[in-house]
């Protein structure tokens, strides 16, 4: 008698397929390999840490106790420090997390003690807590300055949908503007206006807009628009105009460009009988690189100051002395 053990193979499976106990098998396994996973494959069971967590964020070094990294459970930190989630380490053995590490001592002390960055690195270690979905430092961050005071402006700013809209108009106009006539700066026509000014010549302020009836029969309406390149305004707030000067000019510098502006009269153009335009005209000068003076000594001795590489009171000698040299 012949004792047969075992299962009988499937004669109606074709070569190379898989049976169901085979693909739950492979079902377990990663779908994709990190990239770490060179040549092993990751293990399954979650990761374990060390009572005291030695970190490498962006090549910078830490080192802190692993509750302080759990210390709020609902931020990344907290979760990529779970167990849950596989967490490559450097040649030390130091965890990795592949940001820039400039500002993360802040954010380890608030964990550790709630300690808050002074003023100067706020916004800074705003962006760290935004990344690291730290909610109770963003809250605390969001009431010290300058944060706070950015958020009563950006406030001014929502009662105007097409501020935003009108900055980058500006920029757009200025750069244009620069490249046609080949100049260092542009210069660009805005408006500014909280409110209408009196339109009559004695100032009386009769009509509280600039929309007329060009006649009593035909009941037609015209709106004016002040001859200018972007116009901001009207709105209701306490803030006026310089306000919303500053803020353009900030915004604008925010932006690495140069700002100069000044105040160039009304408007001033004829509407209807003897109204006038009163909203103020403001001339405002993008310049879009400028020469930086760097307090370094001439190389030749001449105790100039230099404008990149060349030297002020060189460069006037030569050019003198080229300008001699080609009427001669």
């Known amino acids: 008698m012949v004792v047969v053990t075992g299962r009988e193979p499937d004669s109606r499976r074709p070569d190379g397929a898989m049976s169901s106990s085979d693909a739950e098998d492979d079902f377990l396994e990663p779908a994709t390999p990190t990239a770490t996973q060179a040549g092993h494959a990751l293990p399954l069971l979650p990761q374990e840490f060390p009572e005291?967590?030695?970190?490498n964020i962006g090549g910078a070094h830490f080192t802190t106790r692993l509750s302080t990294l759990r210390r709020y459970e609902d931020t990344m930190l907290a979760a990529m420090f779970?167990?849950?989630?596989y967490i490559p380490t450097d040649a030390e053995g130091r965890y990795f997390i592949d940001r820039d590490g400039t500002h993360f001592g802040d954010v380890l002390n608030f964990l550790r003690s709630g300690d808050l960055p002074p003023r100067e690195r706020v916004r800074a270690v705003y962006k760290e807590a935004q990344y690291y979905a730290i909610g109770p430092l963003l809250e605390q961050l969001e009431n010290m300055q300058p944060l706070k005071g950015e958020k009563v402006r950006q406030a001014f700013l929502g009662l105007m949908p097409y501020y935003k809209d009108h900055?980058?108009?500006?920029v757009e106009i200025a750069r244009l503007r620069a490249v046609q006539r080949k100049a260092r700066f542009a210069k660009l026509k805005v408006c500014v206006f909280k409110e209408e000014m009196p339109i009559t010549p004695y100032e009386?302020?009769?009509l509280n807009s600039l929309r007329f009836e060009r006649s009593e029969s035909d009941g037609q309406l015209f709106e004016h628009h002040c001859e200018v390149d972007v116009s901001f305004g009207p709105w209701e707030a306490v803030?006026?105009?310089?306000?919303?000067?500053h803020c353009l000019v900030t915004d604008l510098s925010a932006q690495g460009l140069v700002v100069d502006h000044q105040c160039i009269g009304v408007c001033d153009k004829h509407l209807i009988n003897h109204y006038y335009c009163k909203r103020p005209i403001y001339e405002f000068k993008i310049t879009w690189w400028i020469f930086w003076l760097l307090s370094e000594p001439c190389a030749s001795g001449c105790s100039g100051d230099i404008i990149f590489l060349f030297c002020v009171a060189c460069w006037r000698t030569r050019r003198m002395t080229f300008a001699s040299h080609k009427v001669g």
């Open 239 to 245: 803030a006026d105009v310089y306000d919303l000067l």
């Open 204 to 206: 009386c302020p009769l």
């Open 167 to 170: 900055l980058e108009r500006i």
């Open 52 to 55: 005291v967590v030695p970190l």
């Open 82 to 85: 779970s167990g849950r989630h």
